[in-house]
């Protein structure tokens, strides 16, 4: 293949002598491959004039294949390159906690078995922070909530549900749903999703109100303080799963939903660890809760 990528410079430039330079050869190394290439195809691919150096008649229609030749090749070595390089290399992801807690595991566990020597770094923030570590370059993606977005070009993952957390003692902690209406009586516990509060702006829309007590940045310190009977508040599903809190999940009437997505680097700028995990997750997307 060096002898097609040879001949291609050489035409490219005009002169053996400043292939040989682009190429890292010598002139006579040159003129060597080009000779070899000429017996083996039984052809004269090359003349000399004043003006440089010429394709022949057979060279010209020769030529596009050998252009199409090299053009293969260099992508199969960029290809082979980039699987190489998931040898080794960090994923670093801007993730919310309830991703971290109930997706991520198994991905990275199930990822790292065909790809053990990946490491992984994980940002966890808000829907401020995350698309911002992205425009940085500090995280490769992350994924945030579209509704609470704006102006933030993003890919839609999955739906889920928030759910309003009782305490045990709550008159409505039995219930079988409860509305905004009724928890707007109640000292409320706000979850920080960033700028803007999917919950909040859900009362807004219906005319309510509700009675905010306390904004906190962590769900499970939100868990805690409904344990504790400081309030109720509207969590995603997510995050009340696998959780020892002893509170009342309880579903929301009308439902109340989240929609989960990914902002990413561009995709040229990307490194290809990143590209292949989230290919990955793309394919497990119906699997994940």
Request: some cysteine.
């Amino acid at each position: 293949m060096n002898r097609y990528i040879a001949l291609q410079k050489i035409v490219e430039l005009g002169s053996f002598t400043k292939a040989a330079d682009a190429l890292g050869y010598t002139q006579p190394a040159m003129s060597q491959m080009v000779s070899s290439l000429e017996k083996e195809l039984s052809i004269q691919l090359l003349y000399r004039s004043r003006y440089g150096i010429h394709l022949t008649l057979e060279g010209e229609q020769l030529f596009p294949s050998i252009q199409k030749a090299v053009s293969q090749y260099q992508s199969m070595q960029e290809i082979a390159k980039q699987i190489r390089g998931l040898d080794s290399g960090t994923i670093r992801i801007g993730t919310l906690s309830s991703i971290s807690c109930h997706w991520l595991p198994q991905l990275i566990k199930d990822f790292q078995k065909k790809y053990p020597n990946i490491e992984f770094i994980l940002h966890q923030g808000d829907n401020n922070s995350i698309p911002e570590w992205v425009r940085t370059g500090e995280a490769d993606f992350g994924f945030v909530n579209l509704d609470v977005l704006s102006n933030v070009k993003a890919r839609f993952l999955k739906e889920g549900e928030y759910r309003a957390v009782l305490p045990m003692d709550h008159p409505l902690a039995d219930a079988s749903h409860v509305t905004l209406e009724e928890l707007e009586k109640e000292p409320f516990l706000v979850i920080e999703e960033g700028s803007q509060s999917k919950p909040l702006e859900a009362f807004r829309q219906r005319g309510l109100e509700p009675a905010v007590r306390m904004r906190v940045h962590d769900d499970y310190s939100i868990l805690s303080m409904v344990e504790s009977g400081l309030g109720v508040s509207i969590l995603p599903e997510l995050v009340l799963r696998k959780t020892n809190y002893q509170v009342s999940i309880v579903p929301i009437m009308p439902v109340l939903t989240r929609k989960i997505g990914l902002v990413m680097q561009d995709k040229n700028a990307m490194p290809i660890a990143s590209k292949y995990f989230i290919r990955y997750l793309c394919e497990r997307i119906d699997d994940l809760p």
